[in-house]
């Protein structure tokens, strides 16, 4: 089973931007920790970090047909990337939409996602942790699905 992990605009500088608000786990690390529970779930990564909404939109279609899911960190994005939010409806697969920190705790700007209404669901809050719960639900979600 093929899991797509795409990293939006400035996850590149994690570890470095704004510590006090997403740690000091950069993304090298969190891709080491995914790939970790992907070995451990059975289930294979392609994963891809763009500070462009276009090539995050490209990697959707490329997989398109032989993904089972994805799990999406829009970033910077997550407010303004109508392209990302219309390629993730026409995905045959679900995508979970994942955020290190509480959008919803932070500047009323950050509340709202445009990316949301086409996702399965969201997961955040939990710093890096959020990669490794969304790619546990995608996982089983996914799973389930298979056996109905």
């Known amino acids: ?13 994690l570890g470095r931007r704004e510590p006090h608000i997403y740690g000091s786990t950069t993304l090298a690390q969190i891709n080491e920790r995914l ?3 992907a070995r451990e779930l059975k289930v294979e990564l392609e994963i891809l970090q763009s500070n ?31 392209s990302l ?8 697969f ?3 939409e994942v955020h290190i ?8 700007w950050r509340h709202h996602s445009i990316i949301s209404p086409a996702v399965k669901a969201t997961v955040e809050g939990l710093g890096w942790r959020s990669y490794l719960e969304a790619l546990r639900a ?3 979600i996914v799973r389930e699905a298979k056996k109905t």
């Open 1 to 13: 089973m093929k899991i797509l992990v795409l990293h939006g605009p400035n996850l590149n500088l």
């Open 35 to 37: 790939q970790e529970l």
């Open 52 to 82: 462009h909404e276009g090539a995050l939109v490209d990697f959707l279609h490329k997989y398109m047909d032989n993904a089972a899911g994805a799990i999406l960190n829009p970033a910077g994005l997550t407010q303004f990337g109508v």
């Open 85 to 92: 939010h219309d390629a993730i409806k026409t995905m045959p």
């Open 94 to 96: 679900p995508v979970i």
């Open 101 to 108: 920190s509480n959008r919803h705790a932070r500047e009323e």
């Open 138 to 140: 995608l996982v089983e």
